[in-house]
């Protein structure tokens, strides 16, 4: 579709985003269920599932990794009304 080989993708892809596809694509996963956390007050389990994550052990460690503390913790803070954190910002 684009005319390009996977690698010249990759490449167009990381100088753009400085984030290959696929490190892209989990920086989404982990925002959307921030964001489902947050709004619907899922549990990380449940939200680890809606977008896609099978393990929710390796969840919270990309999440923790991510945002600087384990999902229940990070978004406490963030509904106590604590600035969210701008690691993991896509």
């Known amino acids: 579709m684009v ?11 990381k100088s753009v985003t400085s984030m290959s596809p696929l490190q892209y694509q989990e920086a989404l996963r982990l925002q959307e269920a921030r964001r489902l956390m947050l709004a619907r007050m899922m549990d990380s389990g449940a939200a680890s599932r809606q977008v896609g994550c099978a393990s929710p052990s390796q969840f919270n460690q990309e999440y923790g990794r991510s945002f600087g503390n384990a999902p229940t913790r990070d978004t406490a803070r963030l509904r106590e009304g604590g600035a969210p954190a701008g690691a993991g910002e896509p």
């Open 3 to 13: 005319h390009m080989s996977p690698t010249t993708f990759d490449q167009h892809f």
